[in-house]
């Protein structure tokens, strides 16, 4: 999966950034090198998803996709 990221430079300094393609998705750094490890992290918590909360029937089938 590829995502476009929008990076900023912080007015107080540093950086923050925020992909378009999932709304709320936000991180922010000190250096752009931590900014790029915090929006990693912000994206894969943005899309997972917690399975105890859904109800699966016997039918049913829980699969994994990459795009």
């Given at each position: 999966m590829k995502l476009k990221v929008v990076?900023?430079?912080?007015n107080e300094g540093g950086y923050w950034a925020e992909v378009p393609a999932i709304p709320g998705c936000v991180a922010q750094g000190e250096s752009f090198d931590e900014l790029l490890?915090?929006?990693y992290e912000a994206v894969e918590g943005c899309l997972s998803v917690d399975l105890h909360d859904i109800v699966?029937?016997?039918?049913?089938?829980?699969?994994?996709?990459?795009?």
């Open positions: 990076i900023h430079e912080a490890g915090n929006i699966i029937s016997e039918k049913d089938k829980v699969m994994e996709i990459a795009v």
